[in-house]
């Protein structure tokens, strides 16, 4: 079902986004170039991939079609509790709003070098806070939960940034080098290539 969901999100938004990275891309091609940067694909690469997930998450927290309820919660656990833990509703509600921004957690982790989980706290709440916020003003409710799942995913981000750069360090040198994070990037980009064309029906691979 989460997968339809994405699935269905992608296709919605594909023109936009095709869009949207080929300027990015152009922009980065030409400040690269007339700065004279040193250009590191898998960078590059994290970097658009953060961008369409951020595309893809607002998407499926905006749309108003995936609205299950409206009105405003602002008591802490009232939905999380309503819900029995291994069902569907529970999955996708609680479990659901974690996962989503687990990757949130652990990208701007890297980017702002996080040591300590409250480096990232105020970025996080804020996000889901604004999300709520608008959610409301479309149509879809407004929930205190949502925001306190939302952080909880991107505490567990931050956790994993920890972990693995933690693991890292005790690693041969080439785990460290642009070379192999290229290698794993230009492989990652190949298999997202695939799956996207074959989404919005090219049929290139």
Not at 71 to 86: C, M, Q
Not at 161 to 169: F, G, V
Request: hydrophobic share 55%.
């Amino acid at each position: 079902m989460e997968l339809k969901i994405l699935t269905s999100t992608l296709k919605e938004i594909w023109p936009m986004l095709t869009i949207f990275l080929v300027v990015i891309i152009a922009i980065r091609i030409t400040a690269i170039k007339v700065g004279h940067e040193k250009f590191l694909f898998y960078k590059e690469f994290l970097n658009l991939v953060f961008i369409i997930y951020v595309m893809l998450l607002f998407q499926l927290l905006t749309d108003t079609e995936l609205n299950t309820s409206s009105g405003i919660n602002i008591i802490p656990f009232t939905e999380i509790l309503r819900y029995e833990i291994g069902s569907h509703a529970f999955n996708m509600n609680v479990l659901g709003n974690i996962l989503i921004f687990l990757p949130f957690g652990y990208y701007i982790s890297g980017y702002v070098k996080a040591k300590k989980v409250n480096h990232i706290l105020f970025i996080s709440i804020i996000t889901s806070f604004t999300v709520e916020i608008v959610q409301h003003y479309i149509g879809r409710s407004f929930d205190i939960d949502d925001i306190l799942l939302n952080v909880v995913g991107s505490i567990l981000g931050f956790l994993l940034y920890i972990s693995l750069n933690a693991i890292s360090k005790h690693l041969p040198k080439f785990f460290h080098s642009s070379t192999f994070y290229n290698i794993i990037c230009i492989i990652l980009f190949i298999v997202l290539m695939i799956y996207f064309t074959r989404i919005i029906g090219l049929g290139w691979f």
